[in-house]
Structures are given as structure tokens and as C-alpha cells.
């Protein structure tokens, strides 16, 4: 069967590159890929609470309080009070502690970059529809099984 004619065998070779590619990245900074995905989404919508953590990630609450204690044990965040709510909790990243990923992801954007220059508008457009009802399909079946839905 000629790759071409497999969608869904496009579908497991992409997901196991980005894993691998996650895995790579997360291994050079001394964290899982899970870990470090949840940790750039720290950094992008901080403060936030664990229980927005858990929106993004699709984890479940007792999943993502595992992972803010691993993330703070490391020194990457801190959990404070928010001060417009002292009983609600806020997830920070730790000023300074900014891990490098050796310029992983600017390698990459430059790379994805070229990739799209041979697309035109239309094809975009496309591209963008697929890989936006992609994300959805996943973060729905994400959020399935960390509620423990079925396998």
C-alpha cells in the first residue's frame, strides 16, 4: 500500500514524530514530555490556576497536581495565593529558571517554516482546518481518558 493511499498511517507516523520529537527535547532539559509541554504552557499563561492547567493538558486534576509538585520540586514553578482570591491557588513560572531546549524549537520553526512556503493560500487554509479539528479530536479523547473513560 503506497503511503499516499493510508491517511491513518500519516496520522500514527505524525504522532509518534511529535511524541519523539517532545521526548528529545524534554530529555536534553531533565524533564518528561508531558512535563515540558505543561511547563511552556505555564510560561505562556501565567499566572493560571491547576485547574486551567488542567483545561490545556487535558489532565486530570490529580494529574496536574503531580505534575506542579514535580515542576516545583525542580525549581521551574511556585504556587502562590492569588491575590484577588487568597483561597485559590496560581501556577508561576520561576523567573531565571528558563530551561533551553539547546534551540530545539527555533530549528524547528525555521524548518516548518519552509515546509508551509510550499503551500498557497488555499492549501493553508486546508492545512489550518485539518490540524485545528486534529487538536479538537485529541483534546477531547485526552480529557476521555484522563476522566476515565473507556480504552
Known amino acids: 500500500m503506497s503511503e499516499i493511499s493510508d491517511p491513518a498511517q500519516w496520522g500514527r507516523r505524525l504522532s509518534t514524530a511529535v511524541v519523539m520529537f517532545h ?14 509541554r505543561a511547563l511552556a504552557l505555564v510560561r505562556q499563561e501565567a499566572p493560571l490556576t491547576a485547574g486551567r492547567l488542567a483545561q490545556l493538558t487535558g489532565l486530570s486534576p490529580g494529574a496536574v497536581t503531580g505534575l506542579v509538585d514535580r515542576l516545583e520540586r525542580a525549581g521551574h ?5 492569588d491575590p484577588s482570591d487568597r483561597r485559590r491557588v496560581l501556577i508561576s513560572p520561576v523567573p531565571g529558571s528558563r530551561l533551553e531546549p539547546g534551540g530545539a524549537f527555533a530549528e524547528l520553526g525555521r524548518d516548518m517554516a519552509s515546509v508551509m ?9 486546508v492545512i489550518a482546518d485539518y490540524v485545528k479539528n486534529t487538536i479538537d479530536v485529541l483534546e477531547r479523547q485526552t480529557r476521555r481518558l484522563g476522566d476515565g473513560g473507556g480504552p
Open 23 to 36: 521526548e528529545a527535547v524534554g530529555a536534553r532539559l531533565g524533564l518528561s514530555a508531558v512535563d515540558q
Open 117 to 125: 512556503a510550499k503551500y498557497d493560500e488555499r492549501e493553508l487554509a
Open 77 to 81: 514553578v511556585r504556587r502562590g495565593a
